[in-house]
């Protein structure tokens, strides 16, 4: 793991790179907490004083995804933002639970995570992975949210973004070293600057006895695997028809975020989506693949921000 001092520095270097302005260069506070058998990391930026925005990021993604965003946010929100069960630096599902449905886990962690955190409510945002959890989450805890947030996901999406994002991950399962994985980074996003991408792979890598590696959980789920085809496809309509009612069951404003470039969700699903919401608005975020926050940190906050102010935090 980077060095404060190195952790600073590289930050710096990711802002500048990228012309992200900023108030003031500061590192989140590393905490952890005990939920449902696993121990929970999550970064605080501090200002507890202000409107909680609970953060929950994507898969094969950190809490640190939103680093760049949270150094502006910051002055206006308490930024907390969570790693999720088999990411970063959490803890992993314990064996007995493995072949449980992780969609159903994580939807749990979100009610027991934002338990925790104790406030009467918060802007909850959530991206892809962390944006279905939060989808799930809403409609039946709207007394706990003052506005809800949603990165480039929607219940249909398009196939073609996921099978590329999964055969990148499975093609640098094991790399040699770091400077392989950010060559590799590079030609995958070249809409992002070399000292961006490095920053986001030093928070996203482990070095392991063959080199480097994600810090994820990548074990093999057997219940899903056992299935055969039609049956899968069938769990996932199932699955999908869920999510339309948890989308039409949402009453907290949302705020639903497109990237420009995403390969994921499309213009015509984003519009689907917020036309099902009770109170839904749409923004599309220029420049910006699926990885809305991390592309684009500048327009995201500022974006996010607009939301809240124009929308404010009663009713």
């Excluded at 696993?38 to 409107?51: R, V």
């Excluded at 890598?205 to 899903?224: A, I, N, P």
């Excluded at 009453?251 to 689907?272: F, V």
Aim: aromatic share 8%; hydrophobic share 35%.
């Amino acid at each position: 793991m980077t060095t404060t001092a190195n952790y600073l520095d590289d930050m710096k270097a990711c802002a500048e790179a990228i012309g992200m302005e900023v108030p003031e260069y500061v590192l989140p506070e590393d905490r952890w907490v005990h939920l449902n058998g696993i121990d929970f990391h999550y970064l605080d930026w501090g200002n507890a004083h202000l409107p909680p925005l609970v953060l929950l990021h994507g898969g094969s993604l950190t809490a640190h995804t939103w680093d760049m965003a949270c150094l502006w946010l910051r002055q206006y929100y308490h930024c907390i933002a969570l790693d999720q069960r088999g990411h970063g630096d959490t803890g992993w599902t314990p064996d007995d639970q493995i072949n449980e449905d992780n969609s159903d886990l994580m939807a749990q962690d979100t009610e027991a995570f934002i338990n925790y955190l104790a406030y009467p409510r918060v802007i909850l945002c959530g991206m892809s992975m962390g944006g279905m959890n939060s989808l799930r989450y809403a409609p039946t805890h709207a007394e706990r949210l003052y506005r809800l947030i949603i990165v480039d996901i929607a219940p249909v999406t398009m196939q073609a973004g996921i099978l590329e994002m999964e055969a990148f991950r499975k093609e640098t399962e094991t790399m040699r070293s770091f400077d392989d994985f950010l060559e590799r980074a590079v030609k995958f996003n070249p809409q992002r600057k070399p000292a961006h991408l490095k920053y986001s792979l030093l928070h996203s890598l482990k070095q392991v006895e063959d080199g480097w590696t994600w810090k994820q959980d990548h074990r093999r789920r057997e219940s899903m695997e056992s299935l055969s085809e039609d049956e899968q496809k069938a769990a996932r309509e199932q699955r999908t028809k869920e999510l339309w009612s948890d989308v039409k069951g949402i009453t907290t404003p949302t705020l639903l975020m497109r990237g420009e470039i995403s390969k994921i969700l499309s213009k015509e699903n984003a519009d689907e989506m917020v036309a099902a919401m009770v109170d839904a608005e749409q923004v599309m975020i220029p420049g910006a693949t699926h990885s809305v926050q991390g592309d684009n940190p500048r327009d995201f906050s500022r974006e996010l921000h607009a939301f809240i102010e124009r929308r404010g935090l009663e009713g």
